[in-house]
T-cell receptor, first 114, second 114 residues
Framework: AQSVTQLGSHVSVSEGALVLLRCNYS??????LFWYVQYPNQGLQLLLK??????LVKGINGFEAEFKKSETSFHLTKPSAHLSDAAEYFC????????????FGAGTRLFVKA | ETGVTQSPTHLIKTRGQQVTLRCSSQ?????VSWYQQALGQGPQFIFQ???????GRGNFPPRFSGLQFPNYSSELNVNALELDDSALYLC?????????????FGPGTRLTVL
């Protein structure tokens, strides 16, 4: 069975600082991994996804994530935080090709201080 | 091209009542998934419909049921509402049921059960 653990329910950074949001997964088969962002009173928007191609995945808004099989991790980073990055971020996993049930982590709320 | 829409945006019901939530898929999408997002948690998969048939289900009781129509719009029905059903309900449409198809989320329906 797949599962996702997001380390830290809240992360606070200063504007211009590095953003690092941590995600560890558990999957019995090669996973597809995703990061979504949710702004207040809105649905989820896909930031990026890993589907067994390049291990370093670049997404929208300057975010990227690196798939590390040995660490079962898929941490999300952004070199320089912007005030508009403040939101809830969710890591998610689907079991490889043919899977359809998306398992989400509990989420990490990112605060950006001016 | 219109995105995924959901109605109503907010709903208040009392325990024991029944509720119907609606979702209009993005143009060209034949697959819809429904998720329940309780306050402070990540979305949990309820079920998925593909070409008007239920394609898979999460750990939700039978009082959660759905429909997908020929135009690929969808309904989520919940009978015998319980207090714990209070949550944000999200639908997501995609161009196919497999994991490599990106899901596009609607803004959600906030259900409050009193």
């Amino acid at each position: 069975a797949q599962s996702v653990t997001q380390l830290g329910s809240h992360v606070s950074v200063s504007e211009g600082a590095l953003v690092l949001l941590r995600c560890n997964y558990s999957s019995s088969v090669p996973p597809y991994l995703f990061w979504y962002v949710q702004y207040p009173n809105q649905g989820l928007q896909l930031l990026l996804k890993y589907t067994s191609a390049a291990t370093l995945v670049k997404g929208i808004n300057g975010f990227e994530a690196e798939f590390k099989k040995s660490e079962t991790s898929f941490h999300l980073t952004k070199p320089s935080a912007h005030l508009s990055d403040a939101a809830e971020y969710f890591c998610a996993v689907i079991s490889g090709t043919g899977g359809f049930k998306t398992i989400f982590g509990a989420g990490t709320r990112l605060f950006v201080k001016a | 091209e219109t995105g995924v829409t959901q109605s109503p945006t907010h709903l208040i019901k009392t325990r024991g009542q029944q509720v119907t939530l609606r979702c209009s898929s993005q143009s060209g999408h034949n697959t819809v998934s429904w998720y329940q997002q309780a306050l402070g948690q990540g979305p949990q998969f309820i079920f998925q419909y593909y070409r008007e048939e239920e394609n898979g289900r999460g750990n939700f009781p039978p009082r959660f049921s759905g429909l997908q129509f020929p135009n690929y719009s969808s309904e989520l029905n919940v009978n015998a509402l319980e207090l714990d059903d209070s949550a944000l309900y999200l639908c997501a449409s995609s161009s196919g049921p497999d994991s490599y198809n990106e899901q596009f989320f609607g803004p959600g329906t906030r259900l409050t059960v009193l």
